[in-house]
């Protein structure tokens, strides 16, 4: 099975041309999550997040269906930034993990943890490994780390299984061939062209 690479790209890049232009480079590659400003120019199949109702009084918020609607299928949930800057809890989290399955999405769940796993859904979604220490810090956990937390994810819930957490092109296969991960989620190194394409065809 091809594995599934997943570009992050949170608050970049700073311009709808730049957006386009690294998009045109990579779409065809990988689940490509921009900032939500840009989803409706480049018809983007991913989104970096969502709220749990479907409408309402809630400013500033997306809801799964208007992202649907947008032609998205895959949405990030619970990552580590939101989890800090936007204090989601883990209850806050679930909410919008069923909301995503309700619309009839895959959701990207991202932890750093087995207890931040939804108790009573166990099939569905995606799950993104990402150790809080290699998050944008270009100290990528150990293959053998990674792949202990990977089977214990799998011992709980029957779901493919990213890694991300400063992911590149030189350490991707790694993750792919030797702790026998389904897919990689990238954040920075999504940004660059180049290195992302290399990240791909290094484990595609």
């Avoid at 045109?24 to 749990?52: E, M």
């Amino acid at each position: 099975m091809k594995p599934l690479i997943v570009a992050n790209w949170k608050m970049n890049p700073g311009s709808l041309p730049e957006a386009k232009k690294l998009f045109s480079l990579t779409k065809k590659r990988a689940v490509i999550c921009p900032p939500f400003v840009y989803l409706a120019h480049l018809r983007a199949n991913g989104a970096q997040d969502c709220f749990w109702e479907e409408k309402g009084a809630y400013t500033g918020e997306i809801s799964p269906q208007m992202l649907k609607r947008l032609g998205v299928k895959y949405v990030i949930v619970g990552h580590s930034e939101r989890r800090k800057y936007q204090k989601e809890t883990d209850k806050i989290i679930e909410k919008k993990l069923r909301a995503v399955l309700r619309a009839g999405l895959k959701p990207i769940l991202c932890l750093d943890k087995i207890s931040q796993l939804p108790k009573d859904i166990k099939r569905g979604f995606v799950v993104a490994y990402e150790p809080l220490f290699a998050i944008g810090t270009g100290k990528a956990c150990s293959p053998e780390r990674a792949e202990r937390m990977r089977r214990a994810i799998k011992k709980k819930v029957g779901v493919p299984v990213l890694y991300g957490g400063s992911v590149n092109s030189k350490n991707a296969r790694d993750y792919i061939k030797k702790a026998r991960f389904d897919g990689l989620l990238v954040g920075g190194a999504s940004l660059k062209a180049k290195e992302f394409i290399d990240i791909i065809e290094a484990v595609c």
